[in-house]
């Protein structure tokens, strides 16, 4: 077949793919050559299907061990596509509020699947199966998911995140360790009795404490409340996006949490042993601890109030009062 028989799209892309891999100093019929050789690319291989679906490995005989497990495995991978997103917000420059709002409807988006499948964890498991495959996961606990800090670190300043009876006291501090030995969710994870660091906090700590607090470093100005305020054609749907991620990350993600909790945990704040120690009756309830990504877009009567209807409604089965 002459050159002149090949259809004219098929000539003007091999002369662009000589000029790529020329401008690299390679050889492109080499790499034409190795195409001839390849398997075709399929469905299982792409997504690496059969290790995905090895990767489930419960500890137990219980069956709804394994759903426990996926949904985890679940959930983490929509914290690597939010994370992902707010990433592309730092990095943009400058940053325009067309491209900020497109990525913003994605992370809720992401949000909104993450709160509404939390039903599996509260319908898809038998309470008699989890209360007892859970005690064989300890100290192990959801507290321990660093992606999910990290995306609190990339959403707003470090110190928005500072446990509520520290947060006046250490508003202005830029000094990282003090931050971070002060977030909200290190109070979330102490031995009741003696106020110690749990077995499951020291583990976290030691595995992604330099990581997160070299993000609190690297974000300090590019976190997305930093973002939002360097960008020159801001508007109001901008506004609103913004304040619909502090609610969903902040109010209905903890309480879809907090629903779960109260369905299959003991009330009595001494007994918490089934989330690895962790306080999940102070540490869950947004009204606790108020964490307000963005209070300077909030009214004080909002603030005042936040997350308490859903409790009341969501949980307890009340109207507001």
């Not at 020159?232 to 909790?261: C, G, I, R, T």
Request: aromatic content about 14%; overall charge negative.
């Amino acid at each position: 077949m002459s050159p002149a028989q090949y259809p004219k799209d098929v000539l003007e892309k091999i002369e662009l793919l000589q000029e790529k891999f020329k401008a690299s100093g390679q050889d492109l019929s080499s790499y034409l050559e190795g195409l001839l050789y390849a398997d075709y690319m399929t469905y299982w291989d792409y997504i690496n299907l059969d290790i995905l679906l090895s990767l489930q490995q419960p500890r137990t005989s219980f069956k709804d061990e394994k759903i426990f497990i996926i949904y985890h495995q679940i959930t983490e991978l929509y914290f690597k596509l939010i994370i992902w997103e707010m990433e592309q917000i730092a990095e943009k420059e400058p940053i325009n509020a067309e491209f900020f709002k497109q990525r913003l409807e994605r992370i809720i988006m992401y949000f909104d699947h993450l709160i509404s499948s939390f039903a599996v964890m509260w319908k898809g498991m038998e309470k008699e199966q989890f209360l007892k495959f859970r005690m064989s996961l300890l100290p192990s606990s959801g507290f321990q998911s660093a992606q999910y800090r990290v995306i609190e670190i990339l959403a707003t300043d470090a110190n928005k995140l500072i446990h509520i009876e520290k947060r006046e006291l250490l508003d202005k501090t830029r000094d990282t360790e003090q931050i971070f030995d002060n977030l909200y969710w290190q109070q979330g994870a102490v031995e009741l009795a003696t106020g110690e660091k749990t077995l499951t906090l020291k583990t976290f700590e030691k595995k992604y404490g330099k990581q997160l607090k070299d993000l609190i470093k690297n974000y300090k100005t590019s976190n997305i409340w930093q973002k939002y305020t360097s960008c020159q054609d801001q508007d109001d749907e901008l506004k609103e996006l913004m304040k619909s991620l502090d609610l969903k990350a902040n109010v209905f993600w903890p309480l879809a949490h907090y629903k779960s909790a109260v369905r299959y945990l003991q009330k009595d704040p001494v007994d918490i042993a089934a989330t690895g120690g962790t306080n999940w009756q102070k540490y869950l309830p947004p009204r606790f601890q108020k964490v307000i990504f963005y209070p300077e877009l909030w009214s004080e009567e909002e603030m005042n109030e936040w997350g308490k209807g859903w409790v009341v409604k969501e949980v307890f089965g009340k109207e507001n009062e």
